[in-house]
């Protein structure tokens, strides 16, 4: 049995209790926040015990989630190592490159683990895909394009402000799922060029309860550029927070033999469709597992293993090199040229288990 904890009581909070409680090998053992009352209220609301933060960080819990907000992901992090805990974090790793490659250092020094949101790539849909991919099933990928545009969370979110902060932004905020599907498919990016822009600043609440309200824009907000992968696949990415509507496919990638339409990687499950050569398009039934909500699936496959002295497959070496593409991919748009991206990860081991006593 390992024990795991949550920092962090927002609106992601009760999609992983509930999502950790599907694991029979994991103990929930606590929940805390910065701002103790919110921890009280949602610990009363999914029936978590409640900590102070210095008591959490004392407990006896192997694993802590980090569900803060990405400006505050290194320090929490860094905490949750110092007190000698194993720690996986919501996406990105950290607000920048350098902060992210500081985290695995200390974790080394230590002897523990990181994991790092997202891990929809071991849902059905991502699994199912990278087996037909390693199958050949559309021959060797050349090209691709991947697509995440929408208006942003302005009208929504309670607190949309963060999203505009540096180390968010539509990139880092929902670029990181498609990068890190891409990269568990194809392999690691080996070169980027970027341009990115801000449409708006400060941003007008368009509709809603806080219509009218502004918002400070501190990132861009719509961001495309090119991926070189090592493999040879060249592949655009376009993320936006400008765009109300379009008609694009999420993702696409483009073989010697044929296409693979893949569905939104922020989910699980969804439908998958390819072709052969120029033929009709087929659907490409779910093989795999895990196709509806289910956060902390990562967390459960990285306490396996821990106990089995394997590699985990959301790692932070893979979430590392997912953040310098983001941060290059920016770079490379302020300074109008192509850059290469230095870090390496090997791909994740096909999911071929259920984590966790899955039930």
Known sequence: MTRVALIGAGDICPAYVNGLRRFPALKLVGLADARHEAA?????ELDV????????????????????????????????????????????????????????????QRGLRVGCAPDT??????????????QGGIGAVVAGQAIMMERGPDDWHPNPGFFYAAGAGPLLDMGVYYLTQLVQLLGPVEQVQGLAHTSWSPRIVPRGERKGATIEVDTPSH????????????????TSFDVWKHASTPMELYGADGTLLLPDPNNFGGELRYSQQDGDWQGLPLSQPFDSNLRGLG??????????????????????HVLEVMETLLLSAAQQRPLPVHTRCERPAPLDMLPGGFA
Request: overall charge neutral.
């Open 40 to 44: 009280v209220a949602r610990g009363r």
């Open 49 to 108: 015990p409640v900590f102070t933060l210095d008591a959490l960080l004392a407990s006896d819990a192997d694993i802590i989630i980090n569900l803060t907000p990405p400006q505050a992901h290194f320090e929490v992090c860094q905490r949750i190592l110092a007190a000698g805990k194993h720690v996986y974090t919501e996406k990105p790793l950290a607000a920048t490159f350098g902060q992210g490659q500081q985290l695995l250092a200390d974790a080394k």
């Open 121 to 134: 790539f071991l849902g059905a849909a991502g699994q199912t895909a990278r087996r037909f991919v390693d």
């Open 223 to 238: 961001v495309t550029g090119g991926l070189r992968f090592a493999s040879g696949a060249f592949v655009s990415l376009t």
């Open 299 to 320: 967390v459960a496959e990285m306490a396996d293993a821990i106990r089995e002295g394997r590699p985990h497959r959301a790692s932070g070496e893979m979430a590392l």
